[in-house]
T-cell receptor, first 115, second 113 residues
Framework: QQQVKQSPQSLIVQKGGIPIINCAYE??????FPWYQQFPGKGPALLIA?????SEKKEGRFTISFNKSAKQFSLHIMDSQPGDSATYFC??????????????FGKGTKLSVIP | ETGVTQSPTHLIKTRGQQVTLRCSSQ?????VSWYQQALGQGPQFIFQ???????GRGNFPPRFSGLQFPNYSSELNVNALELDDSALYLC????????????FGPGTRLTVL
C-alpha cells in the first residue's frame, strides 16, 4: 500500500519556469510533510517542510502548498535554474512514541531544467 | 559541526554473505534511522534507533538488524544477502523529542552478485 503518491514521475522545464510537483497522502495521522532534493550518488537533502496547521510555507525559491481537506501538498520552485535539476521526493511522518518519526516517501520526480 | 557520515561508500558482496554498514550521526543527534533506496525508487524505512534501543521497524525481515552505540553511531547488519538487497542504504539522524527533521548521509551503495 503506497501511502504517499507523487506525480509527475519526470518533469522538464525551461530556465526561469515554475515546476510544480504534487503529492497525495492517505493516512490522516501524518503531521509532518518534508520535501527532499537528491542529486545522483548523494543522499537526500532536506529542502523545506510543513505541518498541517498552515496552508503555505516559503523558503527562498521553494514554496509548499498544503491542502488538508484534499490530503494533498505540492512543491513549487520559483525561477528554476539548471542547478535545480535533481530528483525531488515528498515524504510524510507522524510522531508515535519517543523518537519514532519514520518517513514515508513518494517515488520521486526527476526534474530537468533546460538552460 | 559535522554532518551524517557513512562507511563504506561502495560494497560488493555475493548472495548468502553478510554485510555491516556504519553510520555516524550528526553532532548532538541521538536518533538514527536506516532506509533502503532501490534504483529509481524513494527510500523505504528499515528501522530506527533511539538511545540504543530499536524504536520502530518497517516491513523488512529479521535478517536486517541493527545496533546503536553509546556515542549514537549505528550499524546496519544484513545476513543471508539476496540479489534484491542491492540498493543504496541511507542513514538519517535526528534530535528526538525536539524535532522530527531527519538529516541524511551520503549512503552506502551495496551490490549483491
Amino acid at each position: 500500500q503506497q501511502q504517499v503518491k507523487q506525480s509527475p514521475q519526470s518533469l522538464i522545464v525551461q530556465k526561469g519556469g515554475i515546476p510544480i510537483i504534487n503529492c497525495a497522502y492517505e493516512n490522516t495521522a501524518f503531521d509532518y510533510f518534508p520535501w527532499y532534493q537528491q542529486f545522483p550518488g548523494k543522499g537526500p537533502a532536506l529542502l523545506i517542510a510543513i505541518r498541517p496547521d498552515v496552508s503555505e510555507k516559503k523558503e527562498g525559491r521553494f514554496t509548499i502548498s498544503f491542502n488538508k481537506s484534499a490530503k494533498q501538498f505540492s512543491l513549487h520552485i520559483m525561477d528554476s535554474q539548471p542547478g535545480d535539476s535533481a530528483t525531488y521526493f515528498c515524504a510524510a511522518s507522524m510522531g508515535s512514541g519517543a523518537g519514532s518519526y519514520q518517513l514515508t516517501f513518494g517515488k520521486g520526480t526527476k526534474l530537468s531544467v533546460i538552460p | 559541526e559535522t554532518g551524517v557520515t557513512q562507511s563504506p561508500t561502495h560494497l560488493i558482496k555475493t548472495r548468502g554473505q553478510q554485510v555491516t554498514l556504519r553510520c555516524s550521526s550528526q553532532s548532538g543527534h541521538n536518533t538514527v534511522s536506516w532506509y533502503q533506496q532501490a534504483l529509481g525508487q524513494g527510500p523505504q524505512f528499515i528501522f530506527q534507533y533511539y538511545r540504543e534501543e530499536e524504536n520502530g521497524r518497517g516491513n523488512f525481515p529479521p535478517r536486517f538488524s541493527g545496533l546503536q552505540f553509546p556515542n549514537y553511531s549505528s550499524e546496519l547488519n544484513v545476513n543471508a544477502l539476496e540479489l534484491d538487497d542491492s540498493a543504496l542504504y541511507l542513514c538519517a539522524s535526528s534530535l528526538a523529542a525536539l524535532t522530527d527533521t531527519q538529516y541524511f548521509g551520503p549512503g552506502t551503495r551495496l551490490t549483491v552478485l
